[in-house]
């Protein structure tokens, strides 16, 4: 195969157009041969480019970065109404947490510190919640819930 085509490459060359053949040929290898050597060092050169534009762009977003910082410390964050709102548990529930009216918020991190106590995380799998007798009436009777679940399933003890 490569043998038929160095004898179409001859007799191309010898046609009228064996110019445009004859100067092409010339220029490819040697550009090639060019472009072999310079192509490492570019490729070497272009992570060392990047690494040093790297600092800049990242100093650069920093700067930016100082005014809304200030702005935000300015202005506290405020948290929504409707978390905030007290609710009252359910007798379940407050075997829990305690029988005081709080917001959602604080039932989450009470039934968490609850979890953690006794600890009834599962081991192998921690976004599972294996439940006592206590967590076992809020849950509905499951025996494990997920983390997921388990918000779900204490919204419906909220009043």
Known sequence: MATAKKAASKTAAKKPAAKKA?????AKPAAKKVAAKPAAKKVAAKPA????????KAAAPKKAAKPAAAKKAATPRKPNAAFMK???PSTELSAVVGAAPMPRTEVTKK???YIKKNKLQDATNKRN???DDKLKAVFGGKKQVSMFEMTKLIAGHLK
Do not use: D
């Open 49 to 56: 480019a990047k690494k040093a534009a790297a600092p800049k």
């Open 22 to 26: 004859a100067a092409k040929p010339a």
């Open 129 to 131: 919640i294996n439940a």
């Open 111 to 113: 039934v968490w510190e």
């Open 86 to 88: 007290p609710l009252t």
